[in-house]
Every structure is written in structure tokens, then in C-alpha cells.
């Protein structure tokens, strides 16, 4: 997969999921369970063999929503609280994906990780919050990538791929560029900056197209 940004604190956003897993555990299989809370408000609720009403389901769902959610906000609280205050609270969606500002994470020191995996490992997990396990792009990101793609290569990058729902991509920041697709002199190529300036309004909105706000749906 290619990120066109290269995320510098990938190591330290394992670290605080191994965390969030427990400390007998080296990986986070427990916060692939979060999407359990889209649910949890409906199991078990017929009683008697009796299907719940309509009605009955959306209010629980709702609630199951409204829980996660709170859960989330508590979970980036305490990262906020313990070293990361640029860190956004997380989207989560309608249908149970939550998007998150892993940049925020970038730069954070060794003493940084160690008191928020002391302190915000298991409300991380209860909530299902993985930093560096962002859902697949949407449609409508890849469309605005696909986009801004085509322009690029028209304009003298001709190694530029165009994103798919398997593509890397940060929020906030879009698909960025892999190291082939950059021309020799880097972005402080001529070439490289005519491109970015003839493609600038489809790049605006592609970007515009990852952030959390604009993730907070499903499509």
C-alpha cells in the first residue's frame, strides 16, 4: 500500500496498542472486538422468544452509539490529559468505524507513551480505539484521490497511482505520495511544484475530503 505521508510515530501508536491489549498480551486482538458495541444493545434483548419492536432496536442501537461514543471521548480525554493536547476526539460513525487524527501522534517522546499506556490502555480498548488501524478509505476520498491523481499525472507525474479502498491514507492529510511517485529533486522539484500548483484546488479537496469531519458518515 502506498502513503504518500510517512507516519513517524507508527511505532509508538503499536506500542500504545499493545498497551490497550494488556500487559500479558504482545498485540491487540481485544480492540478488533469493538465492533461488538454496534451491537451489544440488541443481543440478547428478545426475551420469552419474543422478536423486539422496530422501535425497541433503533433506541437501543442509539444508545449502544451514544455509549461508544462517550467511551471514545473519554479515551482521547486521557490521551489529551497525559501528553498529546492536539489529540482530536475520534469519529465514529453511524455504522460502528471510528476515524482518527493519528498525526497527533507523531512526535510524541518514549515517557509520553509509557504514561498513556499506563493510564489510557483500557479505556482505549473498552472504547476500540486503534490509532494506526484506520478504516478503509471511503467512497467518497477515493474519488476526490482518483481526482487529484489525474491531474498530477497530467501535469508531469506520471508514476502517480491512482487510490483504491486498499490505498493508505492519514486524515486530515489525504493519500500523500510514495517515494516513487515523488520525481528526482524531490518536492522541490520544478516539476514536482508545477504539478502541485496546477493540481491544487483537487489536492484542497482531497484533503478536505480525509478529514474527521468530513469521515463522520459512512459514504
Known amino acids: 500500500m502506498r502513503n504518500r505521508y510517512v507516519i513517524a510515530g507508527l511505532g509508538g501508536l503499536l506500542l500504545l496498542l499493545a498497551g490497550c491489549g494488556g500487559a500479558s498480551s504482545p498485540s491487540v486482538p481485544a480492540l478488533s472486538g469493538a465492533a461488538s458495541h454496534g451491537t451489544a444493545g440488541q443481543g440478547g434483548a428478545s426475551q420469552g422468544g419474543a422478536s423486539p419492536s422496530a422501535s425497541a432496536q433503533?433506541?437501543?442501537?442509539?444508545?449502544?452509539?451514544?455509549?461508544?461514543?462517550?467511551?471514545?471521548h473519554t479515551a482521547a480525554q486521557c490521551i489529551r490529559q497525559h501528553g498529546i493536547p492536539s489529540y482530536t476526539d475520534p469519529v465514529l460513525t453511524p455504522s460502528g468505524l471510528v476515524y482518527t487524527d493519528s498525526r497527533s501522534f507523531d512526535r510524541a517522546p518514549r515517557s509520553v507513551w509509557d504514561a498513556i499506556q499506563q493510564a489510557c490502555g483500557t479505556l482505549?480498548?473498552?472504547?476500540?480505539?486503534?490509532?494506526?488501524?484506520?478504516?478503509?478509505?471511503p467512497p467518497q476520498l477515493v474519488q476526490a484521490g482518483v481526482r487529484s491523481a489525474e491531474c498530477l499525472r497530467a501535469h508531469g507525474l506520471p508514476n502517480v497511482q491512482d487510490p483504491n479502498a486498499?490505498?493508505?491514507?492519514?486524515?486530515?492529510?489525504?493519500?500523500?505520495?510514495?517515494?516513487?511517485?515523488?520525481?528526482?529533486?524531490?518536492?522541490?522539484?520544478?516539476v514536482f511544484q508545477h504539478a502541485a500548483g496546477a493540481c491544487r484546488s483537487l489536492l484542497d479537496a482531497e484533503i478536505r475530503a480525509s478529514t474527521l469531519s468530513s469521515l463522520d458518515s459512512d459514504g
Open 124 to 137: 482505549a480498548a473498552r472504547a476500540g480505539l486503534s490509532p494506526d488501524a484506520e478504516p478503509p478509505p
Open 166 to 190: 486498499q490505498t493508505a491514507y492519514t486524515p486530515g492529510h489525504g493519500f500523500g505520495f510514495t517515494m516513487g511517485e515523488i520525481p528526482p529533486g524531490g518536492k522541490a522539484s520544478p
Open 58 to 72: 433503533a433506541q437501543s442501537a442509539q444508545g449502544s452509539w451514544a455509549g461508544r461514543s462517550a467511551e471514545l
